[in-house]
């Protein structure tokens, strides 16, 4: 059973930085894709960052390229979205996700795993 647990998220001022963590367990994930979404309260759910587990490929959605860093730790199992230049409009649940197609996508429908998601709420 594939699990993914987030954590990091929380209350920041604008201009801050969070960084979330998830955490992987359950299968191998070296071919995998790892993708981070969010959805704000009303709003469908929208792709923020992807990367592949096996070779560091990048892709991110243009609202947060330049303050957003996604990074993956293979011996802790652990992707990382490092969150800098914060804004209000980034105030959503962020969510982790697992696609097993090896494709690096912002596609959400293409990822079979997803973890529960931790609030990140920036004030203004």
């Known amino acids: 059973q594939v699990q993914l647990v987030e954590s990091g998220g929380g209350l920041v001022q604008a201009g801050g930085s969070l960084r979330l963590s998830c955490a992987a367990s359950g299968r191998t994930f070296g071919s995998c894709v790892m993708g981070w979404f969010r959805q704000a309260p009303g709003k469908e759910r929208e792709f923020v960052a992807a990367?592949?587990?096996?070779?560091?490929?990048?892709h991110y959605a243009n609202s947060v390229k330049g303050r957003f860093t996604i990074s993956r730790d293979n011996a802790k199992l652990t992707v990382y979205l490092q969150m800098n230049s914060l804004k209000p409009e980034d105030t959503a649940v962020y969510y982790c996700?697992?696609?097993?197609?090896?494709?690096?996508?912002?596609?959400?429908?293409?990822?079979?795993?997803w973890g529960q998601g931790t609030q990140v709420t920036v004030s203004s």
């Open positions: 990367i592949h587990w096996s070779d560091g490929f990048t």
């Open positions: 996700a697992a696609d097993q197609s090896m494709v690096v996508s912002g596609d959400p429908d293409r990822y079979d795993y």
